[in-house]
């Protein structure tokens, strides 16, 4: 059984005050999900003003134990316990918080309302538990603090952190995990390391409310990070998404030996709208992730469960699109797909020029040469969400540029004509595809869609952008899909593969 708890509201779609609580929800396919009663409420004076972000460790007994940052009832942030009540139950329903809390109280040096977000816990080989922490130190120090303890109750803090800077401002959601040797799809689980294993770890960036991760080095004896290849500013970071996702988690997945990271997609529609909905932010579809063959960069993919709702299939091989072409993909509904694409470009001339200080930045690159705009090599992709007419569409597409002897390639989410209302943030998302085109002269893109949910994984992964999108004809008319290409230069279709998408049943009221 998965379990899945989540920061949850019971009283409104907003954060509420002080009504947070941990929603619960299990699964035993990662798709499927019963919701369950909440799992921890704000009922104590250590988290009276709200049960917020924490993680689960299996204890070597195969309990779970919950560590989870409380608001007390004097507006501090402090790190709690909470252990299941009986743990023989397998839905795992009701948990007990003891009165020893709080395990971990706030630091002297740090504000009230910087302190939170345990992750899950690991043991080094000297058998201490250590779990890491989001602070601000000193006021202006963004830290990952590492506490150890030897029965969970009691923690002392390590001297040295296991990240911080002053430039980034408070970084959340600290996610540290060691990955397999490049190239190996395994996953691995929190294991003691003298230095030698490649580890990631994953910060939030609470002022670009972006995920950012480096593979380093993580030493259990001092209990330190050393990124490779990278300075201590953790934006400068490779991006987990260069969309609509922020504070993600992982964890490892014993049962098929893999590590899947779960992302947050929160709202980019008006607040009086998700009011009115009663609901706000989805998580996305669970993806595997691994370290990539060059020991640089993860690739994720959604993982294989996500095929069981794949129905009705259509596919194309070897179609051209000419330059201005746009082939509509025929029998499949637009609202709910998964489409698979590899692009052949056949050949590499003509590819625009681009500029150093246009590689700083490919968000506004995407903006500046957005999907209509024609280029040499691209833009070409897929045309999603769109209405008949056209008027409404989210655009997904590569655009090649040449940098001195090499090629970069460029991918986009382009969301300024994704719907025709004025009130919602309609962005061009944007990042390089870190891969090497001008051996390969093709590229692959799968791209879900989820009525509000676009997710597409550029390069087998190595480039992901999840978006929001509400477009206003999905009321009224059903949404096409197509392949485009507004390049000089044609590309050819090597394969096309897309389907229809059951709908997973997720927290269906009364189904037992």
């Given at each position: 059984m998965y379990h899945f708890f989540y920061q949850y509201n019971p009283h409104g779609a907003t954060w509420g005050n002080g009504n947070l609580s941990w929603g619960h929800s299990v699964s035993v396919d990662l798709i499927n999900w019963t919701a369950l009663d909440t799992a921890l409420n704000p009922d104590s004076p250590f988290d009276a003003n709200g049960c917020w972000s924490g993680s689960a460790t299996i204890l070597p007994d195969g309990?779970?134990?919950?560590?989870?940052?409380?608001?007390?009832?004097?507006?501090n942030q402090v790190q709690n316990v909470a252990f299941p009540k009986n743990a023989s139950d397998p839905l795992l329903r009701e948990w007990v918080k003891p009165d020893y809390n709080p395990v971990i109280p706030l630091p002297k040096d740090v504000v009230?309302?910087?302190?939170?977000?345990?992750?899950?816990?690991?043991?080094?080989?000297?058998?201490?538990?250590r779990v890491a922490i989001a602070a601000k130190v000193n006021v202006s120090v963004g830290s990952t603090l590492v506490y150890r303890s030897k029965d969970f109750r009691r923690w002392e803090r390590n001297a040295a952190p296991l990240y911080e800077s002053s430039a980034t401002g408070m970084v959340e959601c600290p996610d540290l995990f060691p990955v397999a040797e490049p190239g190996a799809q395994d996953g691995l689980n929190c294991v003691p390391s003298n230095g030698a294993a490649r580890h990631v770890l994953k910060l939030s960036v609470m002022a670009t409310t972006q995920d950012y991760y480096v593979v380093g080095r993580y030493n259990d004896t001092a209990d330190t990070f050393e990124a490779a290849d990278a300075d201590n500013d953790s934006r400068t970071w490779r991006r987990l998404d260069y969309g609509h996702v922020y504070a993600s988690k992982s964890f490892f997945d014993a049962r098929k030996n893999r590590r899947v990271l779960w992302g947050w997609a929160n709202e980019s529609d008006t607040e009086a709208d998700y009011v009115a909905r009663g609901w706000s932010g989805v998580q996305t579809v669970p993806r595997k992730i691994w370290l990539d063959s060059s020991g640089k960069q993860l690739l994720q993919w959604p993982i294989k469960e996500i095929e069981m709702l794949r129905k009705k299939k259509v596919g194309l091989l070897g179609t051209e699109i000419n330059s201005g072409g746009l082939n509509e993909i025929i029998g499949v509904a637009g609202s709910q797909a998964d489409v698979e694409v590899v692009f052949k470009i056949p050949t590499l001339e003509g590819a625009e020029n681009i500029e150093p200080n246009e590689?700083?930045?490919?968000?506004?690159?995407?903006g500046m040469?957005?999907?209509?705009?024609?280029?040499?090599?691209?833009?070409?992709?897929?045309?999603?969400?769109?209405?008949?007419?056209?008027?409404?569409h989210t655009s997904v597409f590569f655009r090649v540029f040449k940098h001195g002897d090499k090629y970069k390639v460029l991918m986009c989410?382009?969301?300024?004509?994704?719907?025709?209302?004025?009130?919602?943030?309609?962005?061009?998302?944007?990042?390089?595809?870190?891969?090497?085109?001008?051996?390969?002269?093709?590229?692959?893109?799968?791209?879900?869609?989820?009525?509000?949910?676009?997710?597409?994984?550029?390069?087998?992964?190595?480039?992901?952008?999840?978006?929001?999108?509400?477009?206003?004809?999905?009321?009224?008319?059903?949404?096409?899909m197509y392949m485009f290409n507004n390049g000089t230069a044609a590309v050819k279709v090597s394969k096309l593969e897309a389907w229809d998408m059951a709908t997973a049943n997720v927290n269906v009221a009364g189904d037992g």
């Open positions: 309990h779970p134990a919950m560590l989870y940052t409380g608001i007390d009832s004097a507006g009230h309302d910087n302190f939170r977000d345990p992750s899950t816990a690991w043991r080094g080989r000297d058998g201490l538990w590689l700083l930045d490919p968000q506004k690159l995407c040469k957005g999907a209509s705009m024609s280029g040499g090599i691209g833009p070409f992709g897929l045309l999603v969400l769109a209405s008949g007419d056209l008027q409404e989410t382009d969301l300024t004509r994704s719907t025709t209302r004025a009130d919602v943030y309609k962005p061009s998302y944007g990042g390089f595809v870190d891969m090497d085109i001008k051996n390969t002269n093709s590229i692959s893109l799968r791209t879900l869609i989820d009525h509000s949910v676009v997710e597409s994984f550029g390069g087998g992964g190595r480039a992901c952008i999840t978006a929001r999108v509400y477009p206003e004809h999905m009321a009224m008319s059903k949404s096409h």
